[in-house]
């Protein structure tokens, strides 16, 4: 079932998600939302709070890109209470979306690589070295985990031009 998303600025996009202290039959059934909500709007990732629950759990399709410059979207891939560590000092610019900040591209600073230790949704632990898309992508949805948004990321001239459209997004969607 598609679930409803939040947007900017509502105040659950800011609370810090809970611990999954056992993947049950209801974390793997808000999983399959999760992954319609993601996939109607054919998007790389999404996190439980954009739905409206205060969960680790977070999905990601990767971008792969092809020799063309195309992109694609690799399968599903689940993370419940993902655990982020050993960012690279080495970092890459590239512009992020948000399901939850539609149609609003940035620039966003972000270590090349980063290793991630989670579980998956038989909550057996599994731990990965990720780089490049894998990494953004994911510290971005880890960021929702942790009530943080891209836009907290921007310099404060970024912040200062997109400003507006923040204010838009909040009037159309929370007012
Ligand atoms: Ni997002």
Known sequence: MKLPLFYYDHPILRQKALLVTEVTDEIRQLI?????????????????NQVGKLLSVCLVRYPIEDEYGNYSRAPTKVY??????NPTKQTWVHDEGCLSIPKLYVDVERPV?????????????????????AA???????????????????????RNQI???LRAIDKKYNR
């Open 32 to 48: 399959r939302d999760m992954e319609e909500t993601m996939d109607a709007a054919a998007s790389i990732g999404i996190s439980a």
């Open 80 to 85: 419940i209470n993902p655990k982020l560590s």
């Open 113 to 133: 690589g980063i290793t991630v230790v989670a579980l998956d949704e038989n909550g057996n632990e599994f731990t990965e070295q990720l780089t490049g898309w």
């Open 136 to 158: 953004r992508v994911l510290m971005h949805e880890n960021d929702h985990l942790n009530g943080k948004l891209f836009i907290d990321r921007l310099t404060k001239k970024q």
């Open 163 to 165: 400003d507006p459209a």
